[in-house]
């Protein structure tokens, strides 16, 4: 099974901009659906963004024409880049891919 490596969040001030990255320890070029969720304390994990892997994409309402996800088959990455970021959008980002996990990247929007 894949294993999955998150990178990239941090502490940004709101209008700023940050790129995660997914890593995985194997071929990702044959995995169908890629994506990036994340989560708050007390609430459901949610969807953030998708892309499979002919690079059609999917985005939450929320984050659409601010984060944008793309993937780098030959590198086996998987990357968000996130515009224009607001407190809204502080939470744990978690990458999945075949139904597994990574830890999850902290992300804090905060002046």
């Known amino acids: 099974q894949v294993q999955l490596v998150e990178s990239g969040g941090g502490l940004v001030q709101p209008g700023g901009s940050l790129r995660l990255s997914c890593a995985a320890s194997?071929?990702?070029?044959?995995?169908?659906?890629m994506a990036w969720f994340r989560q708050v304390p007390l609430k459901q994990r949610e969807l953030v963004a998708s892309?499979?892997?002919?690079?059609?994409?999917d985005y939450a309402d929320s984050v659409k024409g601010r984060f944008t996800i793309s993937r780098d088959n030959a590198r086996n990455t998987v990357y968000l880049q996130m515009n224009s970021l607001n407190p809204e959008d502080t939470a744990i980002y978690y990458c999945?891919?075949?139904?597994?996990w990574g830890q999850g990247t902290q992300v804090t929007v905060s002046s």
């Open positions: 999945n891919a075949n139904k597994q």
């Open positions: 194997s071929s990702i070029s044959s995995i169908y659906l």
């Open positions: 892309i499979t892997k002919w690079g059609a994409t």
